[in-house]
C-alpha cells in the first residue's frame, strides 16, 4: 500500500523567500508522486508529477519537486514566494500500474508574510 | 471544456435523509474517485472505480454506497446522512492503467448535514 506523509500543517514565508513543503512516501513499489494545489473554494489543480522519468521535475508557477529515493521523499520548492502562492498544497502517491488508488496527504497551508 | 462536472455545489440534509451526489467526466476516463476533504484530514479516499462495472473501497467507504453507471458517471449516494458527513465532496477522474496519468478534479459538494 502507498502512503504519503506532509510534514507541517502550516508553513509561513516572506515574499520573496524560499518556499519548501515537505512530503515524504512510502511505497512497496516505485510510486508515482504529485504535487497539488488548491486555492479557497476550488477543486484541486495539478503542479507536478513525477512518473520514473527525470528525478527532478518542473511544474508551473516556478514551482519543483525532487524525487529522493535514498530519503523516500519529494519535497516542493520554489525559489521565491509570492503572494498568489498562498495556497494549500497536497502531495500524493499512487502505484505505477496495476492499482488505480490514489492516496493523498494531509495538506499544508502556504501563508505569504508581506 | 467541461472536464469533471459535479452537481450539487451545495446541499443542506436533515439527519437521515437520504441523497446522492452525481459525478460525470468527458475526457473518455477509466478511473474514477471520490474523496472527502475535512480540515486537517487532507484529502480521504471514499471509494473508487477502476473501470466500469467495478468499485472498490477506500479509506472512509462507511455510511456511503456508489455506482459507476457507464464509462462517464460516478454517483456518491448517502443512504441515511449523519452529521459525521458534512463534508466537501470532490470526484476525480483520470485516465489510469500503465503510465498513470494524474487526477483532474471537479469543483466540489459543501454537504451539511444537520
Known amino acids: 500500500a502507498q502512503s504519503v506523509t506532509q510534514l507541517g500543517s502550516h508553513v509561513s514565508v516572506s515574499e520573496g523567500a524560499l518556499v519548501l513543503l515537505r512530503c515524504n512516501y512510502s511505497?512497496?513499489?516505485?510510486?508515482?508522486l504529485f504535487w497539488y494545489v488548491q486555492y479557497p473554494n476550488q477543486g484541486l489543480q495539478l503542479l507536478l508529477k513525477?512518473?520514473?522519468?527525470?528525478?527532478l521535475v518542473k511544474g508551473i508557477n516556478g514551482f519543483e519537486a525532487e524525487f529522493k529515493k535514498s530519503e523516500t521523499s519529494f519535497h516542493l520548492t520554489k525559489p521565491s514566494a509570492h503572494m498568489s502562492d498562498a495556497a494549500e498544497y497536497f502531495c500524493?502517491?499512487?502505484?505505477?500500474?496495476?492499482?488505480?488508488?490514489?492516496?493523498f496527504g494531509t495538506g499544508t497551508r502556504l501563508t505569504i508574510i508581506p | 471544456n467541461a472536464g469533471v462536472t459535479q452537481t450539487p455545489k451545495f446541499q443542506v440534509l436533515k439527519t437521515g435523509q437520504s441523497m446522492t451526489l452525481q459525478c460525470a467526466q468527458d475526457?473518455?476516463?477509466?478511473?474514477m474517485y471520490w474523496y472527502r476533504q475535512d480540515p486537517g484530514m487532507g484529502l480521504r479516499l471514499i471509494y473508487y472505480?477502476?473501470?466500469?462495472?467495478?468499485?472498490d473501497k477506500g479509506e472512509v467507504p462507511n455510511g456511503y454506497n456508489v455506482s459507476r453507471l457507464n464509462k462517464r458517471e460516478f454517483s456518491l449516494r448517502l443512504e441515511s446522512a449523519a452529521p459525521s458527513q458534512t463534508s466537501v465532496y470532490f470526484c476525480?477522474?483520470?485516465?489510469?492503467?500503465?503510465?498513470?496519468?494524474?487526477?483532474?478534479f471537479g469543483q466540489g459538494t459543501r454537504l451539511t448535514v444537520v
Open positions: 476525480a477522474s483520470r485516465k489510469g492503467g500503465v503510465g498513470n496519468t494524474e487526477a483532474f
Open positions: 511505497s512497496s513499489v516505485p510510486p508515482y
Open positions: 513525477y512518473t520514473s522519468a527525470a528525478t
Open positions: 500524493a502517491v499512487s502505484a505505477p500500474f496495476g492499482n488505480e488508488k490514489l492516496t
Open positions: 475526457m473518455n476516463h477509466n478511473s
Open positions: 472505480s477502476a473501470s466500469e462495472g467495478t468499485t
